[in-house]
């Protein structure tokens, strides 16, 4: 199994619309893929089912490592697309306690859904490198991190990448899939300079070709309850999410890990 987890350093940045519609890309290409909402505003659960705030789901798992994950897991009309809620305890108390704190929890849930046959595993986390998110990080094989293309949403990223170093000595066989951008508008010009300006700054391999335009079909596709790609409309965004897939998929073979192939086996 591949676990990737969508961590940002702010919101606001697009990581839950990246969530959902990579995962919805993994899941068309014949992948078994379970996206898990870990982050306590259960953004991930409100867009794609309305009954989300009445399941159970992760910070459940937290609370409570005895619940069986087949409780957890909740089916979508794409039958190798899964998910889990953040659940009714996704006011667990997390926030304060130190990296490491919930660890052992994560990676035994990570275990649970790796026995049950799932190829790929997505995990849109809450913003921040401290605490929970700390630990899904080190729980994971990689991190991708979503990035606004404005100007203000830029100078956070040498501080993102910063904690992300941190965590490799905890986790040294971390892969950083790279700085997704996202929101970007072609036709403006401090988002296409906050394109280049990132793209300066830092090492080629480290921000992702494939960027996520602005688009207002995003928030029509979450006002339905559907990923983008199954709008009528979202055939370009379709595209865009096959593209961001293709590019992630390619890194983990160049790094070395074990290559996701569409005979159901990762």
Same mark, same amino acid.
């Given at each position: 199994m591949i676990s990737i987890a969508v961590s940002s350093q702010k919101g606001g940045v697009g990581?839950?619309?990246?969530?959902?519609?990579? /995962?919805?890309?993994? &899941?068309r290409a014949g992948l078994r893929t379970l996206l898990v909402d870990a982050d306590p505003q259960g953004s991930v659960g409100l867009s794609l089912t309305r009954q989300s705030r009445m399941l159970s789901g992760f910070y459940d798992y937290l609370a409570d490592p005895g619940i069986p994950l087949e409780r957890l897991l909740v089916p979508t009309r794409l039958e190798t697309f899964t998910l889990v809620a953040a659940g009714q305890a996704s006011d667990y108390e997390v926030g304060g306690a130190p990296t490491g704190a919930h660890l052992a929890r994560v990676r035994g849930f990570m275990r649970a859904v790796e026995a049950r046959g799932f190829d790929i595993v997505l995990i849109d986390t809450p &913003? $921040? %490198? *401290?605490?929970?998110?700390?630990? +899904? +990080?080190?729980?994971?094989?990689s991190v991708l991190i979503p990035q606004q293309a404005e100007p203000l949403g830029i100078r956070s990223v040498p501080k993102m990448l910063e904690g992300l170093n941190r965590l490799r000595v905890i986790h040294p066989r971390l892969l950083v899939l790279g700085v997704l951008m996202t929101m970007v508008q072609a036709d403006m010009t401090e988002s296409r300079e906050s394109v280049m300006a990132l793209r300066q700054l830092l090492p080629e391999d480290l921000v992702l070709r494939t960027m996520i335009p602005r688009d207002g079909? *995003? !928030?029509?596709?979450? /006002?339905?309850?559907?990923? +983008? $790609? !199954?709008? @009528? =409309?979202?055939a370009g965004a379709l /595209? !865009? *999410?096959?593209? %961001?897939? /293709? @590019? +992630? =998929?390619?890194? *983990?073979?160049? &790094?070395?890990?074990?290559?996701?192939?569409?005979? $159901?086996s990762a």
């Amino acid at each position: 199994m591949i676990s990737i987890a969508v961590s940002s350093q702010k919101g606001g940045v697009g990581k839950t619309t990246a969530s959902i519609n990579m /995962a919805h890309a993994f &899941a068309r290409a014949g992948l078994r893929t379970l996206l898990v909402d870990a982050d306590p505003q259960g953004s991930v659960g409100l867009s794609l089912t309305r009954q989300s705030r009445m399941l159970s789901g992760f910070y459940d798992y937290l609370a409570d490592p005895g619940i069986p994950l087949e409780r957890l897991l909740v089916p979508t009309r794409l039958e190798t697309f899964t998910l889990v809620a953040a659940g009714q305890a996704s006011d667990y108390e997390v926030g304060g306690a130190p990296t490491g704190a919930h660890l052992a929890r994560v990676r035994g849930f990570m275990r649970a859904v790796e026995a049950r046959g799932f190829d790929i595993v997505l995990i849109d986390t809450p &913003a $921040g %490198l *401290f605490g929970l998110t700390a630990d +899904i +990080i080190a729980s994971s094989d990689s991190v991708l991190i979503p990035q606004q293309a404005e100007p203000l949403g830029i100078r956070s990223v040498p501080k993102m990448l910063e904690g992300l170093n941190r965590l490799r000595v905890i986790h040294p066989r971390l892969l950083v899939l790279g700085v997704l951008m996202t929101m970007v508008q072609a036709d403006m010009t401090e988002s296409r300079e906050s394109v280049m300006a990132l793209r300066q700054l830092l090492p080629e391999d480290l921000v992702l070709r494939t960027m996520i335009p602005r688009d207002g079909l *995003f !928030v029509k596709a979450s /006002a339905r309850g559907l990923p +983008i $790609g !199954v709008l @009528e =409309e979202g055939a370009g965004a379709l /595209a !865009v *999410f096959d593209a %961001l897939r /293709a @590019e +992630i =998929e390619a890194k *983990f073979e160049r &790094a070395g890990h074990p290559s996701l192939r569409r005979d $159901g086996s990762a």
